[in-house]
């Protein structure tokens, strides 16, 4: 095998850091967008047409993007705020970009399955837009938000491994570096089997927490 163990947990480590750091932005980007993308909806709480149009057309540009080519395409964008383009720091801008507006839309769709009576029945009991929204439609449609965050997550995973292709880092370039440019099937299979056990891993517990959520 051409590298060590110590490589090998610090490309780990450089994933689940990439990871973890743009599941954060994207949910505070994501998170919003996907409320409002249910709020401004025709006959919703909040319904505005322009506002509804507007995100959808740039959520669907985004989502459109493959993510290889995204993380070319703003290399400048990434240079300007991280001050390189290569390296861990460099990817989680374009991670960011990627799975920002995926969560949007696996918001939207949890909130989306929270019955319509729940929401009448809180506007019968004089609840404001916000209230509604944080008291009533967030907290019924909490389990199968957890549920869409761990698809998020897992795509991040994925998504973190394809950044390897542009030097990245993370468990990716390792698997590219060495275990394809080297032919070193070792490697390549040690890091395949390693981002095996890390979806394994969030979606058995996302599953055990929504399972949770649900009895709560």
């Given at each position: 095998?051409s590298?060590?163990?110590e490589q090998?947990l610090e490309?780990?480590?450089e994933?689940?850091?990439?990871?973890g750091?743009?599941f954060?932005?994207?949910?505070?980007?994501?998170?919003?967008?996907?409320?409002?993308?249910?709020?401004?909806?025709?006959?919703?709480l909040?319904?505005?047409?322009?506002?509804?149009k507007?995100?959808?057309?740039?959520?669907n540009?985004?989502?459109s993007?493959?993510?290889?080519?995204?993380?070319?395409?703003i290399?400048?964008?990434?240079?300007?705020?991280?001050?390189?383009?290569?390296g861990?720091a460099?990817a989680?801008?374009?991670?960011?970009?990627?799975?920002?507006?995926?969560?949007?839309?696996?918001?939207e769709?949890?909130?989306?399955?929270?019955?319509?009576?729940?929401?009448?029945a809180?506007?019968?009991m004089?609840a404001?837009?916000?209230?509604?929204?944080?008291?009533?439609?967030?907290p019924e449609?909490l389990?199968?938000?957890v549920?869409a965050?761990t698809?998020a997550?897992?795509?991040?995973i994925?998504?973190?491994?394809?950044?390897?292709?542009i030097?990245?880092?993370?468990?990716g370039?390792l698997?590219?570096?060495?275990?394809?440019q080297?032919?070193?099937t070792?490697?390549?299979?040690?890091?395949v089997a390693?981002l095996?056990?890390?979806?394994?891993?969030?979606?058995s517990?996302g599953?055990?927490l929504?399972r949770q959520v649900?009895?709560?």
């Amino acid at each position: 095998m051409s590298v060590d163990y110590e490589q090998i947990l610090e490309a780990l480590w450089e994933t689940v850091y990439m990871t973890g750091v743009a599941f954060g932005f994207s949910l505070l980007i994501g998170f919003p967008l996907g409320i409002l993308l249910v709020v401004t909806r025709h006959g919703h709480l909040l319904e505005n047409e322009i506002v509804s149009k507007v995100l959808n057309v740039v959520i669907n540009i985004f989502r459109s993007i493959p993510f290889i080519i995204l993380m070319v395409a703003i290399i400048p964008l990434t240079r300007l705020i991280v001050g390189t383009s290569i390296g861990t720091a460099a990817a989680i801008v374009p991670l960011v970009f990627y799975a920002g507006p995926y969560i949007a839309r696996l918001i939207e769709n949890s909130l989306l399955e929270v019955d319509k009576g729940v929401i009448e029945a809180a506007q019968a009991m004089g609840a404001s837009p916000l209230q509604i929204i944080f008291r009533f439609l967030i907290p019924e449609a909490l389990s199968s938000l957890v549920l869409a965050l761990t698809i998020a997550v897992v795509g991040l995973i994925g998504a973190s491994a394809m950044a390897g292709a542009i030097g990245g880092g993370g468990l990716g370039d390792l698997a590219i570096t060495y275990g394809y440019q080297r032919f070193d099937t070792v490697v390549m299979f040690i890091t395949v089997a390693i981002l095996v056990i890390l979806v394994q891993g969030v979606q058995s517990f996302g599953n055990v927490l929504s399972r949770q959520v649900r009895r709560n």
